[in-house]
């Protein structure tokens, strides 16, 4: 594949490694994870020490000192390699951001270091069991008790839930209002941590490695000094400003799970006989692959620009709503469009592109769904 136009060799040199990592030492075990329900917590120790976690958290904390073009190549070599069991784009591009951006410098020098290093996993808990597209109406509460905030509510569908030990909480500061009533709060959680308890690991009809946990909160207390801001109240203001750039990851993977459906049918098609020849020498198969491999490149062509627009911090909420809704509203297409010309292989588990099928399906759901998408570009119009 040519070497994108946010790419540099440095980035390149990222992409080897990752690619490295997740082919010989993640996918082999994928099987084991799916049992399991989560990837073996060595493994975010194993990326840290390679430099696969948090590349672009500036050096002073712990982190790779890159950009967002070294976190994308992360993300897409484990697309390409087909693995789903790590919650590192959440970790590292997702709550990370908001560590860097918005905690104090107390804060970011305590824990960047150890997000960076895999001793810590993070995860960001939004959706709640009542509300998660409307969330300005979250009922999680935090109640300021002297320099701690003792916290009650619970989380659902929350990636790394099962694995983390450090999670950023949407919560309620201030339960009379709506949006600005909405604070983020980082809490260290442990097995003994009083008022913190984990739910079961949800079973999903895909991405079966990944541990999507519920959490509770019963009086947790955490530092007041982990509000993230200066201020509380500001959380529905820090997430739009950081979720252009979630939605961006989900486009990243979007494209790298559509590139890689289309490679593993021309492959089959190519080598699978039917009528006394491959199926690939069929009109349909050849024009169903044309037109998806066309409807990749343009996803591409067009993820590629808002990479680049966002490295220069000219992505604006509305296209990476755009990016989001509208590449993830393709791969469902070209994913579904690949797994017919598999027959009924294209039905079994161990063939990857069932795999691509079912984790595909969320990507319209989770990180604000496409139709909430369609809404924020509507209202820029
Ligand atoms: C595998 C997985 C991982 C996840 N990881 C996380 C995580 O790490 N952290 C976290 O906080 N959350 C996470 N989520 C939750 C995810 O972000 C929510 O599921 C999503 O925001 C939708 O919220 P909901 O499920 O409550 O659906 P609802 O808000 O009930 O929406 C249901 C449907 O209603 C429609 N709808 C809703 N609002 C509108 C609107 N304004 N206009 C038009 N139609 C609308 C849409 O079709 C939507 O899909 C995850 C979810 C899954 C499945």
């Known amino acids: 594949m040519?070497?994108?136009?946010?790419?540099?060799?440095?980035?390149?040199?990222?992409?080897?490694?990752?690619?490295?990592?997740?082919?010989?030492?993640?996918?082999?075990?994928?099987?084991?994870?799916?049992?399991?329900?989560?990837?073996?917590?060595?493994?975010?120790?194993?990326?840290?020490?390679?430099?696969?976690?948090?590349?672009?958290?500036?050096?002073?904390?712990?982190?790779?000192?890159?950009?967002?073009?070294?976190?994308?190549?992360?993300?897409?070599?484990?697309?390409?390699?087909?693995?789903?069991?790590?919650?590192?784009?959440?970790?590292?591009?997702?709550?990370?951001?908001?560590?860097?951006?918005?905690?104090?410098?107390?804060?970011?020098?305590?824990?960047?270091?150890?997000?960076?290093?895999?001793?810590?996993v993070l995860s960001i808990g939004m959706t709640e069991p009542g509300t998660g597209s409307d969330l300005q109406n979250i009922t999680t509460r935090a109640v300021r008790e002297g320099d701690e905030y003792v916290i009650t509510g619970s989380k659902i569908f929350i990636t790394n839930g099962w694995l983390c030990d450090g999670i950023i909480i949407a919560v309620k500061t201030d339960p009379t209002k709506g949006a600005a009533g909405v604070s983020l709060i980082f809490a260290e959680v442990g097995a003994d941590t009083p008022g913190f308890t984990r739910g079961r690991i949800l079973n999903k009809i895909g991405g079966k490695a990944q541990d999507t946990a519920e959490l509770f909160f019963d009086g947790l207390r955490v530092p007041a000094s982990n509000l993230l801001g200066e201020a509380e109240g500001q959380g529905f203001y820090q997430m739009m400003q950081l979720l252009a750039q979630e939605r961006l990851v989900t486009g990243v993977i979007a494209v790298a799970m559509m590139e890689k459906a289309v490679g593993l049918t021309v492959d089959y098609t190519k080598q699978r006989q039917a009528f006394g020849k491959p199926l690939y020498a069929m009109q349909n198969t050849k024009f169903e692959l044309a037109e998806c491999a066309t409807i990749a490149k343009v996803s591409r062509t067009f993820l590629d620009d808002c990479v680049v627009k966002h490295l220069r911090g000219e992505l604006d909420i509305p296209t990476a709503a755009m990016s989001k809704y509208w590449l993830t509203d393709q791969l469902g297409i070209v994913v579904d469009r690949c797994l017919q010309l598999f027959g009924g292989y294209g039905y079994m588990t161990e063939y990857p592109i069932s795999q691509l099928y079912t984790g595909a399906r969320v990507l319209r759901i989770l990180a604000g769904s496409n139709e909430v998408m369609k809404d924020l570009i509507a209202r820029s119009l």
């Open 2 to 120: 040519a070497r994108a136009a946010w790419s540099d060799d440095e980035v390149e040199a990222v992409r080897d490694l990752a690619k490295t990592f997740f082919e010989k030492e993640v996918v082999p075990h994928e099987e084991k994870f799916v049992a399991q329900g989560h990837p073996d917590r060595a493994l975010y120790n194993r990326a840290g020490e390679l430099g696969l976690l948090c590349a672009a958290i500036p050096a002073e904390y712990g982190g790779g000192g890159g950009t967002f073009a070294h976190e994308a190549a992360i993300i897409e070599e484990q697309a390409f390699a087909g693995d789903g069991s790590m919650g590192i784009p959440v970790h590292s591009s997702i709550i990370a951001p908001y560590l860097n951006e918005f905690g104090s410098e107390e804060l970011k020098r305590r824990v960047l270091p150890k997000a960076a290093s895999g001793e810590m």
